[in-house]
Every structure is written in structure tokens, then in C-alpha cells.
């Protein structure tokens, strides 16, 4: 038999749901399989400008402007299950860092929402545009004209100003470095991304973009590099030497750039484009590039029991034959369980294995392209894709 020593090292759990995201959109959602980049379906039949993800295997939404609506949906099961009336037009929403609070830019305040009790409070900030929570700290930080108003929710809500520029245009993205100790805030009237040092709420440094105006920004996984979009194409800036270090180019505009939560990937929104593009950052090859229709802006990445978790441990496990026709066989030193999912995401099946027995049987599959999610007993865990003929 020949083997195929296919090496695709995994930062997956094993959803109930294959991954699943959302994206925002008119007149509803998609509903987004993060496994096999695929839209699996639609939810809702109003406008949802907004979209998050959450730490507790649920997504939120908000209507569109004029709205004061947010709703709770199953991320496993892509269902309404909750929803309930907050003051004042939808904005900008995440909850990933406490479970079961939503934290949303609504009107000129940043409300906090606890989803489960239909609670509220919130802080009054002149102008938000945009929020993004603070990794491992109890604090959302709003851009607002040239401020970013950073505010505490360690003991009721209160706030702090970080003065980034004097035109009250650049309100657009800040993003933190995976750890949140650092944070990175595009400037585009002054064609700068500031450095700010996250603990001492300082500005420390800056990249000069010229000639391009930034407004959307990601940090890379490593948080070596800086990636910023220029219409089609994505400018990638060295941190460590402010320079401009190479770029790439999308077939479509780029609205919205989003680092995933646990691959070394960038997912590109292309609002005017109705779909989504996967980029792998270190090659910067396309990996996927799937329509979801319905003018999408904003991604939700289900995180928690049924998404995305970051796993530490990583194994290289051998798979042969492939092409299988009956017997996959699986090279594993450990007790192992095995999960086959068809490309749309549906499961086929689940076999346990060892190093005695370490084969599934893959006859009674039809012909074609499968995935397989392999979960060592030590923790390790694994993608791989087989064809069966």
C-alpha cells in the first residue's frame, strides 16, 4: 500500500455543528461552516446589521439601525432561542470575554447586557463607532471621532480616553496582539497604525502607511505583523521594523479582516461581494473563497463547547490508503477517537481506535472527498482529508 503522510496539524474542537459562525447580512444571516468554508444555510428574514460570537456556545444579533432588538441564537443548531429590547439603534456588539454578557455600542453609550437575565447598564461616550474587548482584561475599548475611550467594567462601568489623532474620521479599527497587552489603532487621515501600550493606555509608537490610508486592521496570530486593507489589496506592515514587508491581493473589496480565533488564517468579508475569502497568513494562498449573499459586514466565530477552543497540543498522524475503497487505516501510539464528516459538514460517523486497532471501515461511504478529525487520548488533535473511492 502506498501511504500518504498528509501533516495538517488542527486547532479544532469538535463541535456539535462542524465550527459554526455567522455573518451578519440583509435580509437575514448566513449560517457558516468553518470546517468546510461553506454556507449551510440562512436565519432570520429582517436586517442584522450586527453579529458576534460568544464564549458560551451561543451567537447574538442585532437588527438594523433603528432597532432596539438583540437576539440570541444556538450556535450548535443555528435557531432563535431568546431575545429581548435594549434602548436606542443597534451597533457594534461582542461577548467574548464573559459568559453571558454582551457588550454593545448603542446610540452615544456602550451598554453591557447581561443576556440571561435581560439586564442592562451603560456608560454615555459621544460618537462610538467601533468595540473591541480586551483579551484577559475586564475592558472594551470604543473608538470614537479621534478618542478611544477604554472602559473598565471591573467595578461597575467607568472609563478612561486614549487621544489618537485630531480628525474625527479616524474612529475606525483598533485591534489587540493575541495576548491584549498591546493594541494597534489604524489612523487613516494621518496614514498611521499607533502602537499603544495596552497597561499604561499610552501611545508607544507608530507605522507610517503612506501612501495608503488604512482603516481596517488585523493583528497576525504571532503578533509579528500588521495587516491592513487597501481597497483589494492587503498591506502587511513588520511590527518590529515598522516597515512594509509584502501584501497580497483579494479578487474583492475588502469591508471587514478578521484574525481566526485559533488558525493561523485571515477571513476577509466582501461586503459588495456577498461572500467571504480564507487566506492562509503564512503563505498567503487563498484557501477558500465561498458566496453567503446578503451584503455581509461582520463575522461571528462560535467559540466555547461547540467552536473553537485553543488546543496547545498538536500531532502528525499518518493516514493510508488514499484513495481509501474500505479500510482507512490510522497510524496513532495511543487510544484515539475518530470523527468523519462529509465537505457539507454532516457527520458520517464515529469509531474509536488504538495502536492494535487502528482502522475504520469506509465502505459503505459514497465516492468522494471526506474529513477526518482525529482526538488523541492525550489531548493532541488533528485534521485530515482522505478520498474515498
Given amino acids: 500500500m502506498n501511504r500518504l503522510y498528509t501533516i495538517l496539524a488542527c486547532c479544532l474542537a469538535f463541535g456539535a455543528n462542524a465550527q459554526p459562525m455567522i455573518s451578519s447580512g440583509f435580509p437575514n444571516m448566513a449560517l457558516i461552516n468553518g470546517i468546510t468554508y461553506q454556507k449551510t444555510g440562512t436565519l432570520g428574514t429582517s436586517n442584522y446589521s450586527f453579529v458576534t460570537g460568544s464564549n458560551n456556545g451561543k451567537f447574538y444579533a442585532g437588527g438594523a439601525f433603528g432597532s432596539n432588538t438583540v437576539y440570541v441564537i444556538n450556535a450548535a443548531t443555528g435557531t432563535f432561542i431568546d431575545s429581548m429590547s435594549v434602548p436606542s439603534d443597534a451597533g457594534e456588539m461582542s461577548a467574548y470575554n464573559e459568559p453571558n454578557t454582551l457588550f454593545e455600542v448603542r446610540g452615544t453609550a456602550l451598554y453591557r447586557i447581561n443576556t440571561t437575565a435581560k439586564t442592562y447598564d451603560s ?5 462610538p463607532f467601533r468595540e473591541e474587548e480586551r483579551p484577559g482584561a475586564k475592558e472594551v475599548w470604543v473608538t470614537a471621532d479621534s478618542m478611544i475611550h477604554v472602559v473598565s467594567y471591573a467595578s461597575g462601568l ?69 495587516y491592513a486593507t487597501n481597497n483589494k489589496a492587503v498591506i502587511i506592515y513588520d511590527v518590529a521594523t515598522k516597515a512594509r514587508v509584502d501584501s497580497f491581493v483579494s479578487n474583492k473589496q475588502v469591508m471587514n479582516l478578521y484574525r481566526h480565533p485559533s488558525r493561523a488564517e485571515l477571513w476577509a468579508v466582501h461586503h459588495f461581494d456577498d461572500s467571504v475569502t480564507v487566506f492562509n497568513e503564512s503563505s498567503k494562498a487563498t484557501i477558500a473563497s465561498f458566496g453567503i449573499g446578503n451584503s455581509p459586514n461582520f463575522l461571528g466565530f462560535a467559540d466555547g463547547t461547540v467552536g473553537i477552543n485553543n488546543i496547545n497540543k498538536q500531532s502528525n498522524i499518518n493516514i493510508y490508503p488514499n484513495p481509501a475503497t474500505e479500510k482507512l487505516y490510522i497510524d496513532v501510539n495511543q487510544s484515539a477517537k475518530v470523527y468523519v464528516y462529509d465537505m457539507l459538514g454532516a457527520k458520517q460517523g464515529v469509531y474509536n481506535i488504538d495502536k492494535m486497532s487502528n482502522n475504520i471501515n469506509v465502505a459503505s461511504l459514497i465516492p468522494g472527498m471526506y474529513i477526518i478529525y482525529i482526538q488523541l487520548q492525550d489531548g493532541g488533535k488533528q485534521r485530515v482529508i482522505f478520498n474515498k473511492e
Fill in 158 to 226: 467607568s472609563k478612561s480616553t486614549i487621544d489618537i489623532s485630531s480628525n474625527i474620521y479616524d474612529n475606525a479599527d483598533v485591534r489587540f496582539t493575541k495576548g491584549g497587552s498591546i493594541a494597534y489603532k489604524s489612523a487613516g487621515s494621518r496614514k498611521k497604525i499607533y502602537k499603544i501600550d495596552a497597561n499604561a493606555k499610552q501611545v508607544t509608537d507608530s507605522i507610517d502607511t503612506s501612501p495608503y490610508n488604512h482603516f481596517v486592521i488585523e493583528v497576525s496570530t504571532d503578533s509579528s505583523k500588521i
Fill in 123 to 127: 456608560i454615555a461616550i459621544g460618537n
